[in-house]
């Protein structure tokens, strides 16, 4: 093994980082721990803080006043493996409502951290519950979009797109050595906050891939929020196994499909009372409540810029349809 000769930065110097110069060091950091055979210690730490995290997510409930319901628990914890919860992103406390439902030690996959590098938030993620942290890039979105039309990079933009990429590669790494070692992890593989009109957006592959790689077990995840209550649908284990790289857009989609019905479930359950046809709104302004509520609770600098940079980029919605031609004339 080579000799550790990574310049270690202390917490005073992590505090005065800019926030730039604290993604560049800890992106650098994890492609250093990557290199050194060092992209994961051992659970046992956080396997027994379990307890303690459940009771601090149940105290953070009181004093933010959100509430959690379960609706269903279909797992049948019939395999003795790593299992990767993959749950819809819904909004602010949907992290901490999984987590509490799931109710096990489950590592949070967590894009582009930021600020909780040195807060409160990032110190429970990282001491107490486990995280796996990356980059998805939406920082350098331009370079990343120069990249996908084919036009030619300079080196510097080429410089940058190759750390972003290491670092999305060494992510999904450290998620498929999790699973192997039977540690769970917890990923929303949406990527960004729903704020569509769709019950769930395109996801993202790398669920997949990790689960077929690491010989896991999936848990789809449906949450629906409605203001501060979070109803949590957990599905039964999606097992991949014997499945190859090439299934990969198939388990996808099939994943997609089972947290729409997760989701369905829920929605079809409530016994509201009928709304009156005088007091609906347009679409237009429904998706505007919708947005102008989920958005209301943002922290951390989380935009709506941030959040279609971090999503899923599907060229068949009608949306960017228009949007791509306009990008490549332009």
Known sequence: MANDSFDYASLLQIKRMSLEELNSYYRLLRKHNYEEGKLINSSEVVNRMHSLKMLILKIDKI???????????????????????????????????????INEPAYFVMGDPEETYRNFEGLFLEKINGRICLDTGYQIYDIMMKKKDGLDLSFEEQKLYDEYKTDRHIGEIQCE????????????????????????????????????????IIIPIG????????????????????????????????????????????????????????????????????????????????????????????????????LNKTRKLS
């Open 177 to 216: 050595e999790r699973v192997k070692n039977g540690d769970n992890i917890l990923i929303f593989p949406e990527g960004a906050w729903n704020v569509t009109e769709r019950l769930t957006q395109t996801l993202f592959p790398g669920t997949a891939r990790i689960a077929i790689n690491s010989s896991g």
């Open 223 to 322: 949450i629906i929020r409605n203001g501060k209550k979070y109803t949590v649908n957990i599905g039964k284990e999606f097992n991949v196994k014997g499945a190859q790289i090439s299934d990969t857009a198939d388990i996808t989609s099939e994943l997609k499909e089972l947290i729409n019905s997760l989701k369905g479930e829920i929605i079809f359950s409530d016994g509201s009372e009928m709304t009156s046809r005088a007091s609906l709104k347009t679409p237009e302004e429904n998706l505007k409540d919708y947005v102008d509520d989920i958005m209301s609770e943002t922290t951390n600098g989380y935009t709506l810029d941030v959040i279609e940079k971090t999503r899923f980029y599907d060229s068949n919605y009608p949306e960017n349809v228009l």
């Open 63 to 101: 004093l933010c006043k959100r509430s959690l319901v379960i609706f269903d628990d279909k797992r049948q914890n019939n395999f003795d493996c790593g299992k990767i919860y993959a749950s819809s992103h819904v909004g602010r406390y949907d992290i901490e409502s999984s987590l509490e439902a």
